[in-house]
């Protein structure tokens, strides 16, 4: 097996891990749209992977990795839900999302290993690359949705309990 490979693969698992602790940590504070639209823009940077010529890809490697990205965001959406919490909304702390999120760090390191020896190295990384991105593209608007029906439920819980004050006043 290729050295590169178990390198990158260690580097990759352990970049995952700290990704999965600082989701969890902020999972405790408010969620609001900054937060929600922020990512992808600042993933998109990844692009630039694709100027370097090894890492381009054939239509068939990105409408593969687009296709199980999108099956993926399937899974995130479902574990993602928020609550008001107070004044603020916050993302609900799911269970199955910890372990979905453990689940695809496993999965793309056995594909990784697996896939390693047959598909370029650099490849291989554009095709994780916009695997993550069309998962997370379509699970970040879905979450974008939904918070914006809950600020939506919230203003109309603030009238309702200002309309509550309001008739028991003399």
Do not use: C
Not at 66 to 81: D, E, N, P, Y
Not at 92 to 119: E, N, Q
Not at 127 to 154: S, T
Request: hydrophobic letters at 60%; glycine letters at 4%; charged letters at 20%.
């Amino acid at each position: 097996m290729n050295d590169m490979l178990l390198i990158s693969t260690a580097g990759a698992a352990v970049m995952a891990l700290v990704a999965i602790f600082i989701r969890m940590k902020a999972i405790k504070k408010p969620a609001n749209v900054k937060k929600i639209i922020l990512p992808p823009f600042f993933m998109s940077t990844g692009f630039l992977m694709f100027l370097y010529e090894p890492a381009r890809l054939h239509a068939a490697q990105i409408l593969e990795a687009l296709s199980v990205g999108l099956l993926f965001s399937l899974l995130l959406m479902k574990t993602s839900r928020f609550e008001i919490r107070g004044t603020d909304i916050y993302m609900i702390r799911s269970k199955a999302f910890v372990f979905l999120l453990f689940f695809l760090l496993i999965a793309r390191i056995v594909f990784k290993l697996l896939m390693g020896d047959v598909i370029d190295l650099e490849e291989l990384a554009g095709m994780f690359f916009i695997l993550a991105y069309g998962m997370i593209i379509p699970w970040r608007i879905f979450m974008l949705v939904q918070f914006k029906k809950m600020e939506k439920k919230k203003m109309v819980q603030k009238k309702d309990g200002e309309l509550a004050f309001r008739s028991q006043q003399p």
